[in-house]
């Protein structure tokens, strides 16, 4: 298209649209204002908590495509939910974190639609239990410290023991877990 027609085009528009170019332009500006204000929000949070639902989904793909070597994980595109309801009921290594991993679920999709989402120490109330259990004088109380920590215990176990020291490790934690419940009680 030359100059001459986008000009007329330019010419058409402006002339039809004369009453409302202040409203477009106080729209745009508000627009603006909105876009830069969610561009200035502090993103060192929302980084930390991604940060820790791609390491936790990283050790459940991994642990998953251990455990299942006849089917492919990896590219079977399920989502970060599937894959935990994928992890085996029944194997204290793993299932003793599948809420707390649900729960950090919740926070990422919140954080993914929502910037101006915050986190309270009730939204980490499952990691928050793990955390005590597997740490009992942490001192951690910041609920963005207690996803981290919980990130770091779900590293320590969610991940393809060898066969010969599976059944030993299950034990070892079911008993672990069972006193630490009952410390805490």
Known sequence: MDESKISKIGEIIAERMKGEFDQIRAWATEQKKNRELLLSKEHDLIGRILKSHLIVEN???????????????????LS?????????????????????????????????????????????????????IYKPISGIKEPIEIIESFTNICCE???????????????????????????NA
């Not at 050790?59 to 595109?77: E, F, G, H, Q």
């Not at 176990?157 to 410390?183: D, M």
Request: hydrophobic share 40%.
């Open 59 to 77: 050790y459940v793909t991994n642990y998953l495509s251990a455990k299942y070597p006849m089917l492919d994980i990896a590219n079977a595109r």
């Open 157 to 183: 176990n969610i991940y393809a023991t060898p066969e010969k020291f599976f059944v030993a490790y299950q034990e070892v934690l079911k008993v672990a877990l069972e006193e630490a419940h009952q410390n």
């Open 80 to 132: 970060f939910h599937q894959k935990v309801t994928l992890l085996p009921y029944g194997e204290t290594q793993v299932e003793w974190l599948r809420k707390g991993i649900f729960e950090l679920n919740k926070i990422r999709n919140r954080y993914s639609h929502s910037l101006d989402a915050e986190i309270t120490i009730d939204q980490v109330s499952e990691m928050e239990k793990i955390v005590h």
